[in-house]
């Protein structure tokens, strides 16, 4: 009868430590979470890439921007190059911040941590550029501001650098 009592037992305690370690492994595989997953299907690294594109735009805006800041022509709110300059910034700030909302939402938070901050001060420039094409003279404002953009997005672009390195190296 102890014979039996001391089986029963072992094997009980056997099963139950068994079932154990297999919840937990089962639990340490998804602990990960979100972001393991939405980095394994692919999610961020599209949005990586879909993120390059208005970030080359932004870089043309700027670009365009200096060219016309140091060209002989006139800077004032009646300007439609500028204005068009201007509001295309604000187009590539918006569809970026578009596309941080969409990483939010799958789990991409690396992406987002890096990029938020910058696409926020792009954002911010572009506000202040509107206000200051209204000013009697503002090529001088414009310039600075015009630098500042450069800053931010240079600080994007090595932040998608550093994403897509990242990423690369996963796969």
Partial sequence: MKRIEKISLASTLFFLTSF???AVMAHA???????????ENGNCA????????????ALMVHKGMKNTLNSDQPID???RHVNILVGNLEVEAG???RLLGTAEQNGCNKLVQLMRGHVQ?????????????????PKKPLAKQNEELKSELDNLMEAHRKLSSSLKSKT
């Fill in 77 to 79: 709110k009646y300007n």
């Fill in 95 to 97: 569809r970026m911040e």
């Fill in 46 to 57: 599209q949005i990586t890439k879909k993120l390059k594109v208005p970030l080359n735009k």
């Fill in 121 to 137: 001060n792009t954002k911010n420039i572009f506000q202040n550029m509107m206000a200051t094409i209204q000013l009697p003279a």
């Fill in 20 to 22: 154990l370690f297999l």
């Fill in 29 to 39: 595989q998804s602990a990960p979470g979100v972001t393991q997953v939405a980095m």
